[in-house]
């Protein structure tokens, strides 16, 4: 299989998920900078993964984290994985593909999940995500699995 590597804007990246632990972001933005000297090779060991889909948008499925933290710092473009390329389909094709293959995640801050409709434009716009959140994180989701079995 080719490997399709390219040099992408992080402004041109859209999330496929609504939030995100910025916690976990920050931390990811103090490795970045401990690695600031050689960030284009630190970030070529991690590239942002992402499916190519209609009118030429560019969805990040993976390492959301390290594309949020780059773009805190300042960093305009981060190396990207094309994992797959749908831009020929139709949205409402698209969406279901990307729904069957599990790389879309549009559930809000309270865990309920949204319409794709309010998935991010970009990664500035991504939420915190509170059930990140060490100590709340598992009572956060046992009340969660328990209101959804009643």
């Known amino acids: 299989m080719k490997t399709d590597l390219r040099n992408l804007p992080l402004s041109c990246m859209r999330p496929t998920q609504i939030t995100v632990g910025i916690r976990y972001v920050r931390v990811k933005e103090v490795i970045s900078?401990?690695?600031?000297?050689?960030?284009a090779q630190f970030q070529l060991r991690h590239p942002v993964q992402v499916v190519?889909?209609?009118?030429?948008?560019?969805?990040?499925?993976?390492?959301?984290h390290w594309a949020m933290a780059w773009?805190?710092?300042?960093?305009?473009?981060?190396?990207?994985?094309?994992?797959?390329?749908?831009?020929?389909?139709e949205a409402e094709d698209f969406w279901a593909l990307m729904r069957e293959?599990?790389?879309?995640?549009?559930?809000?801050?309270?865990g309920v999940r949204e319409p794709l409709g309010a998935l991010p434009q970009s990664l500035g716009e991504?939420?915190?995500d509170p059930l990140?959140?060490?100590?709340?994180?598992?009572?956060?989701?046992?009340?969660?699995?328990e209101n959804s079995q009643r």
């Open 33 to 39: 900078e401990r690695n600031r000297a050689r960030l």
């Open 126 to 128: 991504m939420l915190d």
């Open 52 to 64: 190519l889909g209609p009118d030429d948008a560019c969805y990040i499925v993976d390492h959301h």
């Open 101 to 110: 293959h599990r790389r879309v995640h549009p559930f809000g801050p309270s």
């Open 132 to 145: 990140t959140e060490p100590r709340c994180a598992c009572a956060t989701r046992r009340r969660l699995c």
């Open 71 to 89: 773009h805190f710092m300042g960093v305009t473009s981060a190396p990207a994985l094309v994992v797959a390329d749908h831009h020929l389909l």
